[in-house]
């Protein structure tokens, strides 16, 4: 009651997730670079718009996969206590999220193509608000079976309709 | 009027077989079809006139006509239903089967609506919310097209059952509950009507239409007799005069629009809660409907003020309960507990509905000026890019260059409107109710019950952590499935959360 600031999550995900991270986002921006260059080529405009904006794309695109993984990896962090489980995710914008363990609705476990390269997989936690699910990233496979089988134990336990 | 709900009870549970729904549905969807394709249809037959050709608009209309209500039909044969002692089952579709199951235990909300045409032919559509996480299930359960009686007795046998199977102490009462009136349409709200600005949505949705039949009619509006004598007239008067007329003649069609809405959707309006503390809402003129909110279904209520209510001095009244997720689906507008009427009685009717008055009257926490700055700032940071566009707009297009300094207007509205959004954010915890207020355009103040929050969020953005101030958002399976509580200092958010639920932060503090 007194005490009035929350702590971390005690876990940080697997290092690999800044690897991880990286290749996804480069992933994301050569996208956007090929597409620039394709109508850089196509459409031949006079003036020098395109190679100003391509050089744009370039500099936000390195500034962005040089920090947000480092930044990212600093942020993201995970808890499951025996009542509660707790996330802190984000870089710019930061969130943290806490679900009691008695409204869990499911427990599930995805890895995306990238996330299989590098040997991760995330877990996420519903509850029955649509606006609640927990999201953990970056961990490793392992590490997110044990836990979503400990959570499933957890959560039978508690019972009820979680609402 | 009712069959008594054990009778039906017992008639279902030995027949476990597969029913359709009233055969006289198959008049009721051919014409809601035809009804939604009639701009295609009116837009093929101009298309065909305008062509020169003048049998094969008339073959195209009849075309897409026939085509549209064979598949109507074909709904109607596809479609079965069944109630198992254990779950409501409704399958339906050709191509692509589907079967989608209702626990019992799991009905939320059962809301019975009848259009024009279903009231005429004695029908009465079934949406029975289901409050489940699963994506897919998420949307009610609908059973387009019961008898009213069988529509009626369903809902009673839905929602009377006894509240836990482990309790048969109490079978299933026949329904003839004592029914308490919380609230009933007073005539003199209508004056209301005209601040709701519901008429604008009937606005747009007319002009969407007429535009679409211009469209694929290929009709050339410009030779509209009507349209004609109104362009012609507005091009003799100078521009002020113009933008007067528009205005003036806009704000009366909204507001004739809107009184217009309001008789239809809010004639009858009764709230009424029935023995077992069932909230029941009956209204609508033309379409009747009639939504029932179990009570431990319901975890609060909102007081929303739209800013032109606001100014007139009313307010209305939802219900946040599990099953019926906000503006969504079947179920939209099914919160409604109170049409727009006096604060005072939007008031009243939450304060009952709640069994206190404490979480609506209370006043409120304020927030840090920090929150003001914020506030503030992000409405001018709006207002500077929407002026910066427009007066290059003015630019490029070489107008009047008095026009430049509209976008200080942008700017006084936009300081004015980020100062009164601080001013509505405040919060409160009284008497078990977590009470937030938000939002200028539309200020919302809630009361949800703690012990329907499942879940803290706590956001800060990079200029919150800047200002120190965190978003404390309330997870719930009801309503909104979110109610914000906005720029709290960090310390303050904190505190808070771990007042309204205790012990559920507890390992987590410092």
Redesign the interface.
């Known amino acids: ?1 007194t ?5 971390a ?1 005690a876990h940080l995900v697997d290092p690999r997730a800044k690897a991880y991270w990286t290749v996804r986002s480069l992933a994301g921006w050569l996208v956007i670079a090929a597409v620039q260059i394709i109508v850089w080529v196509a459409v031949k405009h006079p003036d020098a718009v395109h190679p100003i904006l391509f050089a744009v794309t370039v500099a936000v695109a390195l500034a962005h996969v040089s920090v947000m993984p480092q930044w990212r990896y600093r942020v993201h962090r995970w ?1 499951a ?1 025996d ?2 489980v ?1 996330t802190q995710s984000g870089w ?9 363990v008695a ?1 869990i ?2 427990v599930d476990t995805q890895r995306g193509p990238f996330e299989q390269v590098f040997g991760l997989a995330n877990v996420t936690v ?7 699910p ?1 999201k953990i990233h970056g961990l490793r496979r392992a590490a997110a079976d044990a836990l979503v089988e400990d959570l499933t134990v957890r959560t039978q336990a508690a019972g009820g ?3 | 009027m009712t069959v008594p709900a054990q009778a039906l009870d017992a008639a279902v549970r030995q027949d476990g077989n597969w029913k359709r729904l009233s055969p006289r549905m198959l008049l009721v969807h051919p014409v809601i079809e035809l009804g939604k394709a009639l701009p295609a249809i009116v837009g093929a037959f101009l298309a065909g006139h305008g062509s020169g050709n003048d049998s094969s608009g008339s073959r195209w209309s009849l075309g897409i006509a026939g085509v549209v209500m064979a598949f109507a039909m074909l709904r109607w044969v596809t479609t079965r239903y069944r109630i198992t002692p254990a779950q409501v089952q409704l399958r339906h579709g050709l191509v692509r089967r589907q079967t989608r199951a209702a626990p019992l235990d ?1 009905v939320r909300t059962v809301d019975v609506t009848a259009h024009l045409l279903h009231r005429t032919l004695g029908l009465a559509r079934v949406s029975i919310g289901i ?3 699963d994506r897919k299930g ?1 949307q009610a359960l609908v059973l387009d097209g019961l008898g009213a009686e069988r529509a009626a007795a369903l809902r009673s046998e839905l929602l009377h059952r006894p509240a836990d199977a482990a309790q048969p102490k109490q079978p299933t009462q026949p329904v003839a509950p004592a029914e308490v009136e919380l609230a009933r349409l007073d005539p003199a709200w209508l004056r209301f009507a005209p601040f709701t600005l519901t008429g604008a949505v009937t606005g747009l949705a007319l002009l969407g239409i007429g535009w679409r039949i211009v469209g694929e009619g290929h009709v050339n509006i410009g030779r509209l007799g009507p349209y004609r004598a109104v362009a012609d007239r507005l091009e003799e008067w100078p521009l002020a005069v113009d933008i007067l007329a528009v205005f003036v003649a806009v704000a009366v069609f909204v507001a004739v629009a809107s009184t217009v809405g309001y008789v239809l959707s809010f004639t009858g309006f009764r709230l009424t809660r029935h023995d077992g503390g069932t909230l029941h809402v009956t209204r609508g003129l033309l379409t009747s409907r009639a939504t029932s909110i179990e009570r431990r279904r319901l975890r609060g209520v909102e007081l929303s003020e739209p800013l032109l209510l606001r100014t007139a001095g009313g307010a209305r009244c939802l219900a946040v309960a ?1 099953g019926l ?1 906000v503006g969504r689906g079947a179920e939209r507008g099914g919160e409604i507990l109170l049409p727009p009427a006096p604060k005072a009685e939007a008031v009243k009717v939450g304060a009952a509905v709640l069994g206190t008055d404490a979480p609506l009257t209370v006043p409120l926490v304020a927030h840090p000026l920090a929150a003001r700055r914020r506030r503030i700032a992000r409405a001018l940071a709006g207002a500077i890019v929407l002026g910066a566009a427009f007066d290059a707009a003015v630019l490029l297009a070489g107008w009047d260059s008095a026009l430049l300094s509209v976008p200080g207007a942008f700017v006084s509205v936009a300081v004015a409107l980020g100062y009164d959004r601080y001013c509505s954010l405040g919060h409160a915890f009284v008497r078990g109710y977590v009470v937030t207020r938000f939002g200028s355009v539309v200020r919302r103040r809630t009361a949800v019950a703690a012990d ?1 929050v ?9 200029f919150q ?1 800047r200002l120190g101030l965190t978003t404390l ?1 309330a ?4 309503g909104r ?2 109610y914000s509580v906005a720029d709290l200092a ?3 958010a ?2 808070f959360a ?2 309204c639920v205790p ?3 507890e ?4």
């Open positions: 009651m005490a009035a600031s929350l702590r999550p808890e206590t009542t509660a707790y710019f914008n930061q969130e943290r999220r806490i679900a009691p409204r609705q499911t519903t509850t029955a608000s649509a606006a609640g927990l309709d979680a609402t | 799991r409050g489940t996480s998420r599990t997720r329907g499942i879940g803290w969020n706590l956001r800060s953005t990079f952590r958002v997870t719930t399976a009801a499935q979110k960090d310390a303050d904190v505190r771990d007042m012990g559920l932060l390992p987590f503090l410092t």
